[in-house]
């Protein structure tokens, strides 16, 4: 479930500044296209996508948040949290204390969503309202609260179906909305069908997903909401291609009623049945292509510790392994990886009123969307691990200065500054030392006797 829109693609590192009012009245639309993969807008040609960047901003890469995984990664976009803290840790948990079991086709219980609090309640505060098509949790009663207006995820709905669906709401609603989420499978699927390298098809869906862009943005100036929407597109995760050769099978390593597998590869989630040392140590010599942590051994980057869902046994396969239990390859790309690794890292763009027009940075984080979009809607944002100073370069209303042009000042107004100093020093040694041979005429002009 990957790519948001909302247009943005992340860079680099931004000095800003600036707090200026933002209209009450502002609306923002976020879509996500899953599984789009960051240089996919580099290696294929997708005309709609770059019109869209062209008059708005970019954001080349976006670092997710560990694991790199659908559910987790949707919903750090709409709270600003790592997994850690809003509790959506896999697309498939077990929480141990109540007993139960999370996976895609049995997520609707609020148990598990309720440790956040996602933007579409916080928006429906006051006189607005939110709406959402098939984005992951917004058909849940999170803290009692749905959208006012949502679909429930079916996939056999059509992209257009979906965004119809929205542009309708947005357009004409009261409450009016002023939040709507849009969420769509492709090029996930396909690049686990595939892989990402497969280009022939993959070329193939990636202009399919240009074409649903353009039919929004086309669905949008028809109605005159173009220039007065703010738009935000991008995605949860990227994808790295698997290959048969490269499958680690742990039931060479273990036998299973020593354990149960929680969650899959490529980064695994194990719940030890038997003594949790002996199962970690049958695991640690299983493979030099997969890390084993003990849960309280997961590096403090992934930020992936510090919550009960998370199993006491963590294995995370190398970039293009996979995980299996003695099967075959069950797919040709995958992600889950090292959410460091650029094949796992989506992009960002966004168009309207609130950002820029042709501005590019190179990074951000998944958790700083939030707070720039809890800005653009003027909504006092829930605790949250985002920073506002990392996205502020992309928003109109907002002075800023990036980082090389920081130094670029800085260098140039030294330079400047030691040029002036050089004159003045030089100007002054001209007016207090003596022209050549000045004491020389003098002496020839008091010495009388050389006179007549």
Request: negative net charge; proline residues 6%.
């Amino acid at each position: 479930m990957n790519l948001v829109l909302a247009l943005l693609f992340s860079s680099g590192v931004a000095a800003c500044c600036g707090n200026s009012a933002i209209n009450p009245l502002s609306r923002l639309l976020l879509v996500s296209f899953d599984g789009f993969r960051a240089d996919y807008l580099k290696t294929y040609e997708l005309p709609h996508l770059q019109e869209f960047i062209e008059d708005g901003v970019l954001v080349s890469h976006v670092t997710n948040s560990f694991i790199t995984k659908t559910f987790p990664n949707h919903y750090s976009i709409v709270t600003g949290l790592y997994e850690e803290s809003h509790g959506i840790v896999a697309n498939d948990m077990y929480d141990a204390d109540a007993k139960k079991t999370f996976s895609q086709f049995n997520d609707s219980d609020p148990f598990w969503w309720n440790g956040a609090v996602p933007i579409w309640v916080t928006n429906q505060q006051g006189n607005r309202a939110s709406a959402a098509a098939m984005w992951p949790g917004s058909d849940v009663k999170i803290h009692n609260t749905t959208p006012q207006f949502f679909m429930k995820y079916n996939f056999s709905v059509t992209f257009e179906e979906r965004a119809e669906k929205i542009v309708t709401w947005l357009n004409n609603s009261n409450p009016p909305v002023s939040f709507a989420t849009l969420y769509w499978e492709e090029p996930d699927a396909s690049g686990h069908k595939y892989g990402p390298d497969d280009t022939e098809n993959m070329r193939r869906v990636l202009e399919q997903v240009d074409n649903h862009i353009g039919f929004l943005t086309k669905k949008l100036k028809t109605l005159g909401l173009w220039d007065t929407i703010n738009v935000i597109i991008t995605s949860d995760h990227g994808m790295a291609p698997c290959s048969a050769e490269k499958l680690i099978n742990l039931d060479s390593c273990i036998g299973r009623k020593n354990y149960t597998l929680v969650d899959k590869s490529p980064v695994a989630a194990v719940l030890p049945r038997q003594n949790k040392t002996y199962v970690y140590n049958l695991l640690k010599n299983c493979s030099e292509h997969m890390k084993v942590y003990l849960k309280e051994e997961i590096p403090d980057r992934f930020h992936y510790q510090h919550n009960k869902r998370i199993q006491p046994i963590i294995l995370v396969a190398d970039e293009g392994w996979t995980i299996v239990q003695n099967e075959s390859l069950p797919k040709l790309g995958d992600h889950g990886y090292d959410n460091a690794l650029p094949s796992m890292h989506p992009f960002l763009a966004a168009h309207g009123p609130a950002f820029r027009r042709g501005y590019k940075q190179r990074t951000l984080r998944t958790v700083d969307i939030y707070p720039m979009m809890c800005h653009i809607l003027g909504l006092p944002p829930q605790p949250h691990n985002g920073t506002l100073g990392n996205v502020k370069c992309l928003l109109a209303d907002q002075w800023c200065i990036n980082l090389p042009e920081a130094i670029g000042i800085v260098v140039g107004a030294l330079i400047v500054l030691a040029a002036f100093t050089c004159i003045i020093i030089i100007s002054k040694n001209r007016i207090s030392s003596p022209r050549p041979f000045s004491r020389l005429q003098l002496q020839d002009d008091d010495d009388d006797p050389l006179i007549g």
